[in-house]
């Protein structure tokens, strides 16, 4: 069982940066790869950024260039940078962790049935 709790979330300018941080606890063995996902009002949760467990990085053509996912695996800690935030940034932020070698091949890093477990999840909010 892995547990995830995200923080840092909060209000910032358009073209602001904020990072968000993801504590993870319990049975995260060295296979794992881990997500960040975000759901705006009235739409699909969609995924942010990925890390696989060979350190391998995706991310969605909207936030390339401005975040930038990270891991301190002595602290247990996933990271997102935002930079050069937009207000159609807005959203809440889960971080997401997997385990599956077969899912990740299926679907890569970015597609939410292929993670396991989810956090509960910090609201952005980015105001023009």
């Known amino acids: 069982q892995v547990q995830l709790v995200e923080s840092g979330g909060g209000s910032v300018q358009a073209g602001g940066s904020l990072r968000v941080s993801c504590a993870t606890s319990g049975d995260t063995g060295s296979s794992y790869y881990m997500g960040w996902f975000r759901e705006a009002p009235g739409k699909e949760r969609e995924g942010v950024a990925g890390i696989d467990s060979d350190g391998s990085l995706d991310y969605a053509d909207s936030v390339k260039g401005r975040f930038t996912i990270s891991q301190d695996s002595a602290k247990n800690t996933l990271y997102l940078l935002m930079n050069s935030l937009k207000p159609e940034d807005t959203a809440m932020y889960y971080c997401?962790?997997?385990?599956?070698?077969?899912?990740?091949?299926?679907?890569?890093?970015?597609?939410?049935?292929?993670?396991?477990?989810w956090g509960q999840g910090t609201q952005v909010t980015v105001s023009s």
């Open positions: 997401a962790a997997g385990e599956s070698p077969f899912l990740r091949k299926l679907m890569g890093l970015l597609r939410a049935p292929a993670y396991k477990y």
